[in-house]
């Protein structure tokens, strides 16, 4: 601890009266006694310990004390002395520790201490080591953080030096991987600094095995050769309809990919047009991917040959590794595509989208309207869902990638190309699972600097991560480990999958806010009240509004209309009030995002509201302002057709809820906030 500045209580050891008689002198009283003995754990429970001894006789004392009733305890234990320690207290109790988390290595921990951290699970995690930000993070982090801000009156503790603590305990546990647990608790925070007054250390046998890593550069290299392959083989390919290696070269065909397409078959000398191969070492040319479509059995073999072709990827469809316990076969392609130099892509997926090049690498149904967002799921039926909703909202992809099993590719090396990809402007992962957290962590965390990342992890409940662990055939971490290192890593987690959606559909088409000054205008004072709960929800500030933009404001709404946000321009109105007061929400400076509230009537049509809305955040864009504009449409099933035509125009549009365009307008914050850009 004195190694790593981390203060401790003035203490040492007493073997006579007289050593303790010099001990209190210079430690000061009071102070706490405790035997020492190797043979003694349970201090307490020895009578070994006497607390709050006020002076040098009473030190005597507690000495013979101590030692007497040790002897009576456990007549054989081996006596070193008796540990005189300066007694702490006061201020507030915490606990900074560390744990090896499976998924994520060396995570740190720190929470109120006592009974509060088991009850109200009120702690929170970072990977080690940390920087400064993020060990004050911590601390402002927990739920009880204003207890050590000083609530009520009561002094505020010193938070440098919690934040000391904590950085130097993750430099301790970094430093030495062998140490599994580490607890400081409690340590004492009060105005004047901390103190850990009691320490417990495990440790394991120290070996640490690092997952396999590669260079950001080899990385890149296998992805750009997958996703812009100049051509592709399918072994397993059939000419039988409704089979998986018939529908994934229709796919091919069909989807306009302009490479190669090869057919391996040992029986077929062509399939849907194509001249068909008995092995993929048979085919001239090169050969970027091979996408798998036998039996789980005849994939060992052919992995060999992809190696032999010089195949960077092989993308494995068939189920029956892993996911069914068949972990053996699996480990025994993982070697042999290693040892061949190929890398696996599942097994036991869909396979993969890449728009921009036309490729349909899977036998689902095909996909092609082009955009900015790069989807990844690690089970087909999310996939599938995905591929609907991008369908029917016209949610233009770059990608869509399966991932399965993760025996090799993973959410990492997809991230590490969608990072340098033009046609990639958001990300938004599946996942039940991480491999290795650390080098996702790591990613993330330069990846989020530029685009969003979106991470929708499954087991959240318990409950969920049982069903994982069968799905995938690996553990799910504990999830406010996750939770809290994603942020970490600037990561936007979205609570369920129509979350997620939301979120990348949304995110590439608004602007970065410049600030966090949010309005609410609306046309429905219902409806302003449920936004204004769900910007509390998503974590934004509904600004407040200065007298002079009151007044503003207040000459284009009726007197019984309410000023002050929201702005509630009521029920009635025609769409000149609608305009007026968007436009000035736009034009005023001090304003950063706007949230509107639309209900259907009469006076002003869905239609109507749409096009006159899209016209003025038009007319806006064109003189250089571009905010963040987000809706939300009550009314008859118009409002769909409304919500659709805003969205074309970059504004997000929601039908029939309060909560979707804000929890979207939420995430673009989040985002922004934790790539530095307010
Ligand atoms: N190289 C090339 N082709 C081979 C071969 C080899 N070594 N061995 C067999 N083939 C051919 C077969 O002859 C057959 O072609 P044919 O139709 O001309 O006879 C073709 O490859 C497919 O083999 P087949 O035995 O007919 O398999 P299948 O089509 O019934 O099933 C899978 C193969 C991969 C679809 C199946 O095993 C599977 O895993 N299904 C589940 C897929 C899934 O759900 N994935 C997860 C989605 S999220």
Same mark, same amino acid.
């Given at each position: 601890?004195?190694?790593?500045?981390? &203060?401790?209580?003035?203490? /040492? +050891?007493?073997?006579?009266?007289?050593?303790?008689?010099?001990?209190?002198?210079?430690?000061?009283?009071?102070?706490?006694?405790?035997?020492?003995?190797?043979?003694?754990? =349970?201090?307490?429970?020895?009578?070994?310990?006497?607390?709050?001894?006020?002076?040098?006789?009473?030190?005597?004392?507690?000495?013979?004390?101590?030692?007497?009733?040790?002897?009576?305890?456990?007549?054989?234990?081996?006596?070193?002395?008796?540990?005189?320690?300066?007694?702490?207290?006061?201020?507030?109790?915490?606990?900074?520790?560390?744990?090896?988390?499976?998924?994520?290595?060396?995570?740190?921990?720190?929470?109120?201490?006592?009974?509060?951290?088991?009850?109200?699970?009120?702690?929170?995690? @970072?990977?080690?080591?940390?920087?400064?930000?993020?060990?004050?993070?911590?601390?402002?982090?927990?739920?009880?953080?204003?207890?050590?801000?000083?609530?009520?009156?009561?002094?505020?503790?010193?938070?440098?030096?919690?934040?000391?603590?904590?950085?130097?305990?993750?430099?301790?546990?970094?430093?030495?991987?062998?140490?599994?647990?580490?607890?400081?608790?409690?340590?004492?925070?009060?105005?004047?600094?901390?103190? !850990? $007054?009691?320490?417990?250390?495990?440790?394991?046998?120290?070996?640490?095995? *690092?997952?396999?890593?590669?260079?950001?550069?080899?990385?890149?290299?296998?992805?750009?050769?997958?996703?812009? &392959?100049?051509?592709?083989?399918?072994?397993?390919?059939?000419?039988?309809?409704?089979?998986?290696?018939?529908?994934?070269?229709?796919?091919?065909?069909?989807?306009?990919?302009?490479?190669?397409?090869?057919?391996?078959?040992?029986?077929?000398?062509?399939?849907?047009?194509?001249?068909?191969? &008995?092995?993929?070492?048979?085919?001239?040319?090169?050969?970027?991917?091979?996408?798998?479509?036998?039996?789980?059995?005849?994939?060992? !073999?052919?992995?060999?040959?992809?190696? $032999?072709?010089?195949?960077?990827?092989?993308?494995?469809?068939?189920?029956?590794?892993?996911?069914?316990?068949?972990?053996?076969?699996? *480990?025994?392609?993982? %070697?042999?595509?290693?040892? =061949?130099?190929?890398?696996?892509?599942?097994?036991?997926?869909?396979?993969?989208?890449?728009?921009?090049?036309?490729?349909? %690498?899977?036998?689902?149904?095909?996909?092609?309207?082009?955009?900015?967002?790069?989807?990844?799921?690690?089970?087909?039926?999310?996939?599938?869902?995905?591929? /609907?909703?991008? @369908?029917?909202?016209?949610?233009?992809?770059?990608?869509?990638?399966?991932?399965?099993?993760?025996?090799?590719?993973?959410?990492?090396?997809?991230?590490?190309?969608?990072?340098?990809?033009?046609?990639?402007?958001?990300?938004?992962?599946?996942?039940?699972?991480?491999?290795?957290?650390?080098?996702?962590?790591?990613? $993330?965390?330069?990846?989020?600097?530029?685009?969003?990342?979106?991470?929708?992890?499954?087991?959240?409940?318990?409950?969920?991560?049982?069903?994982?662990?069968?799905?995938?055939?690996?553990?799910?971490?504990?999830?406010?480990?996750?939770?809290?290192?994603?942020?970490?890593?600037?990561?936007?987690?979205?609570?369920?999958?129509?979350?997620?959606?939301?979120?990348?559909?949304?995110?590439?088409?608004?602007?970065?806010?410049?600030?966090?000054?949010?309005?609410?205008?609306?046309?429905?004072?219902?409806?302003?009240?449920?936004?204004?709960? !769900?910007?509390?929800?998503?974590?934004?500030?509904?600004?407040?509004?200065?007298?002079?933009?009151?007044?503003?404001?207040?000459?284009?709404?009726?007197?019984?209309?309410?000023?002050?946000?929201?702005?509630?321009?009521?029920?009635?109105?025609?769409?000149?009030?609608?305009?007026?007061?968007?436009?000035?929400?736009?034009?005023?400076?001090?304003?950063?995002?706007?949230? +509107? /509230?639309?209900?259907?009537?009469?006076?002003?049509?869905?239609?109507?509201?749409?096009?006159?809305?899209?016209?003025?955040?038009?007319? %806006?864009?064109?003189?250089?302002?571009?905010?963040?504009?987000? !809706?939300?449409?009550?009314?008859?099933?118009?409002?769909?057709?409304?919500?659709?035509?805003?969205?074309? =125009?970059?504004?997000?549009?929601?039908?029939?809820?309060?909560?979707? &365009?804000?929890?979207?307008?939420? %995430?673009?914050?989040?985002?922004? @906030?934790?790539?530095?850009?307010?």
């Amino acid at each position: 601890m004195r190694r790593y500045g981390i &203060p401790t209580p003035a203490e /040492g +050891l007493a073997t006579s009266q007289d050593e303790v008689v010099s001990l209190v002198k210079k430690i000061g009283t009071p102070v706490a006694m405790k035997i020492v003995s190797p043979d003694i754990l =349970h201090k307490t429970d020895a009578g070994g310990v006497v607390v709050g001894v006020d002076s040098e006789a009473d030190a005597k004392d507690a000495y013979e004390k101590i030692i007497a009733n040790a002897k009576k305890y456990d007549a054989s234990a081996t006596i070193t002395g008796v540990q005189v320690q300066q007694m702490v207290g006061g201020g507030q109790e915490v606990i900074i520790g560390s744990v090896t988390d499976p998924t994520f290595g060396k995570v740190v921990a720190f929470g109120l201490g006592g009974v509060l951290v088991e009850v109200l699970k009120d702690i929170t995690f @970072r990977l080690a080591p940390l920087d400064r930000n993020e060990a004050r993070s911590m601390v402002d982090g927990i739920k009880a953080a204003e207890v050590l801000q000083g609530a009520r009156g009561a002094e505020p503790v010193d938070r440098e030096a919690l934040a000391d603590v904590i950085q130097q305990v993750a430099a301790l546990v970094t430093d030495f991987p062998e140490i599994s647990e580490f607890d400081l608790n409690p340590v004492f925070a009060t105005a004047e600094g901390a103190c !850990a $007054a009691d320490i417990r250390i495990l440790l394991d046998d120290g070996e640490v095995t *690092e997952p396999d890593r590669y260079s950001q550069q080899d990385i890149l290299q296998v992805m750009n050769r997958m996703m812009n &392959p100049r051509s592709v083989a399918v072994v397993g390919a059939s000419a039988e309809d409704g089979k998986i290696g018939n529908s994934v070269m229709k796919n091919l065909q069909n989807g306009g990919f302009a490479g190669g397409i090869y057919p391996i078959n040992p029986k077929a000398t062509e399939i849907l047009g194509y001249k068909a191969y &008995p092995s993929i070492t048979d085919v001239p040319g090169e050969i970027d991917v091979a996408i798998f479509t036998v039996p789980a059995k005849f994939v060992l !073999a052919a992995i060999a040959e992809c190696g $032999a072709k010089g195949v960077s990827t092989a993308v494995l469809i068939p189920s029956g590794f892993a996911e069914t316990g068949n972990v053996e076969l699996q *480990e025994e392609v993982v %070697a042999a595509a290693k040892q =061949h130099g190929v890398r696996l892509l599942g097994p036991n997926i869909y396979g993969y989208y890449y728009t921009p090049q036309n490729l349909c %690498a899977t036998f689902c149904t095909p996909y092609d309207v082009r955009g900015g967002v790069a989807l990844t799921s690690q089970s087909g039926g999310i996939g599938m869902a995905i591929l /609907g909703y991008s @369908r029917t909202t016209k949610m233009g992809v770059s990608a869509i990638v399966g991932l399965g099993n993760k025996s090799d590719i993973d959410e990492d090396d997809l991230l590490t190309y969608f990072e340098q990809d033009e046609n990639t402007q958001c990300v938004a992962m599946h996942l039940e699972d991480l491999k290795d957290g650390k080098a996702f962590v790591e990613t $993330a965390k330069r990846m989020t600097k530029k685009k969003p990342v979106v991470v929708l992890k499954a087991g959240r409940t318990a409950l969920g991560a049982r069903a994982a662990s069968s799905h995938t055939g690996a553990l799910a971490g504990d999830d406010k480990v996750y939770d809290d290192v994603l942020r970490q890593a600037g990561v936007i987690r979205a609570p369920g999958l129509n979350d997620m959606l939301d979120y990348a559909r949304g995110l590439p088409l608004m602007p970065t806010p410049k600030g966090e000054n949010v309005v609410i205008i609306t046309g429905a004072g219902g409806s302003g009240v449920l936004l204004s709960d !769900a910007c509390v929800e998503a974590g934004l500030s509904l600004m407040d509004i200065p007298p002079d933009l009151d007044e503003e404001f207040r000459r284009y709404i009726p007197p019984f209309g309410a000023s002050g946000n929201p702005i509630d321009i009521t029920g009635g109105e025609p769409p000149s009030t609608y305009e007026a007061t968007i436009r000035l929400g736009l034009e005023d400076p001090r304003i950063h995002a706007l949230i +509107l /509230g639309y209900w259907h009537t009469i006076v002003t049509p869905p239609m109507v509201f749409a096009e006159l809305t899209a016209r003025v955040v038009n007319e %806006a864009r064109a003189k250089g302002i571009d905010k963040p504009v987000v !809706a939300s449409l009550a009314g008859d099933t118009e409002v769909e057709k409304a919500s659709d035509y805003l969205f074309e =125009h970059r504004i997000i549009a929601h039908p029939y809820t309060t909560e979707r &365009p804000v929890a979207v307008l939420g %995430a673009k914050y989040r985002w922004a @906030r934790a790539a530095g850009l307010l």
